[in-house]
Nanobody, 121 residues
Framework: QVQLVESGGGLVQAGGSLNLSCVAS????????MGWYRQSPGNQREFVAT???????NYAGSVEGRFNVFIDEAKNSVSLQMNSLKPEDTAVYYC???????????????WGQGTQVTVSS
């Protein structure tokens, strides 16, 4: 089994910063992609940012220039530095990983339990 554990959520004022972290553990052969999605009440889960093991990052347009995603392959971890936070960034943030558990072409999606980020105006 593979587990993703997030940390770092909380309450912050608009304009402030937060850093989220996520560590993958378990039977892992190779972490291919890690990243973050978020879901606010009444809305579907949406893409925030992902990064490949090679360091290629992608961001949602709503966060580009404010958020930065980093991967540490040695630690099977990903972090999300969130700056200039806005009330509309309030959501549960979920860690995501695309991981292969053995050599070969097979890899699967894994999700964390989520961590709440609340930005007050």
């Amino acid at each position: 089994q593979v587990q993703l554990v997030e940390s770092g959520g909380g309450l912050v004022q608009a304009g402030g910063s937060l850093n989220l972290s996520c560590v993958a553990s378990g039977k892992i052969f190779s972490v291919l992609v890690m990243g973050w999605y978020r879901q606010s009440p009444g809305n579907q889960r949406e893409f925030v940012a992902t990064i490949t093991s090679g360091g290629s990052a992608n961001y949602a347009g709503s966060v580009e220039g404010r958020f930065n995603v980093f991967i540490d392959e040695a630690k099977n971890s990903v972090s999300l530095q969130m700056n200039s936070l806005k009330p509309e960034d309030t959501a549960v943030y979920y860690c995501y990983a695309y991981i292969s558990r053995q050599a070969g072409p097979f890899a699967f999606d894994y999700w964390g339990q989520g961590t709440q980020v609340t930005v007050s105006s």
